[in-house]
């Protein structure tokens, strides 16, 4: 199937209401939903997982952000799962518009998730270029949250650090 079709097939699925089945996790209660699932595939125990995700597009106003929201439901995930969710080394490199959903201000709909996945140790690192180009001072940010010279270098680092980019 072309990348394209897939693509806007998978966006579709993320952007319906969830089932009924979709419940809050222990780790994140208030982020994420997650279902229930029989699995019979189960990584190694012990297996560290270093996972970085790239969140380029800004949350609507007054919902959370599916794009951030996946870092909340794979924390639920691995605690609902039988999986430790401790060995979940995460960072979200946010840059283009998303880099409002990383600031302190009240009418920011994503500071209480960011806030809570902060508080769980996933790193946060924006993009300066992006924080130059929308004229976002660094102390618009929420306090946590790591800037980088570009998104480009986080990546780079990231991936040399033995991270994996997470492809959805």
Do not use: W
Not at 28 to 57: C, K, N, Y
Not at 119 to 144: H, N, Y
Request: net charge negative; with cysteine.
């Amino acid at each position: 199937m072309p990348l394209l079709p897939l693509t806007f097939i998978l966006a579709t699925i993320a952007a319906q209401d969830l089932p009924d089945s979709f419940k809050p996790g222990d780790v994140l209660p208030e982020h994420g939903l997650i279902a229930d699932m029989e699995t019979s595939f189960t990584p190694p125990d012990g297996q560290a997982f270093r996972v970085v995700f790239d969140v380029a597009r800004a949350g609507k106003e007054g919902e959370e952000s599916p794009h951030i929201g996946k870092v909340a439901r794979l924390l639920n995930m691995h605690g609902e799962g039988g999986l430790d969710p401790r060995p979940l080394d995460m960072v979200v490199v946010i840059h283009g518009s998303a880099v409002g959903d990383v600031t302190a201000e009240k009418r920011n709909g994503q500071r209480a998730m960011v806030e809570a996945l902060l508080g769980k140790g996933v790193r946060f690192i924006v993009c300066g270029q992006s924080l130059a180009g929308l004229e976002v001072p660094p102390e618009a940010l929420i306090p946590g949250v790591e800037i980088a010279l570009s998104a480009m270098t986080a990546h780079a680092s990231l991936m040399e650090d033995g991270y994996h980019s997470m492809p959805f």
